[in-house]
């Protein structure tokens, strides 16, 4: 399963990729690989992102998860693959370098 992950830009900037898609087999194994690659959702709790603009990242419900690679309703299918910080990565066909995909981690099942 997948879920993909929008990053607002508090205070007019974003910070990595735009848009992380990372697979699971479950909602918490998302949330905790989200977490592993600095992805948060309590920025402007913990002082690290502005009110006016709100968390830099929004927490999906889990009713986000989808069988498929989705971005704003549309199916991701095409994929190359990238070593990016020692892992292997995914950027979508047109090579759009804000656009990442995490992959399951092997270790799960």
């Given amino acids: 399963m997948f879920i993909t992950f929008i990053q607002n830009n508090p205070g007019g900037k974003f910070i990595g990729p735009t848009t992380v898609v ?15 690659y600095g992805i948060y959702f309590d920025g402007v709790e913990e002082g ?22 989705m971005f704003y ?11 990016i910080f020692g892992k292997n990565l995914f950027l979508n066909s047109e090579g759009n370098r804000d656009f990442i995909i ?3 981690n092997k270790n799960e099942k």
């Fill in 22 to 36: 990372i697979e699971g087999n479950s909602y918490a194994d998302i949330l905790d690989s989200a977490e592993d």
């Fill in 48 to 69: 690290t992102d502005c009110k006016c603009c709100g968390d830099r990242w929004n927490c999906p419900s889990e009713s986000k998860m989808n069988k498929n690679i």
């Fill in 73 to 83: 309703g549309k199916e991701i299918d095409m994929l190359k693959s990238y070593i």
């Fill in 102 to 104: 995490i992959p399951k």
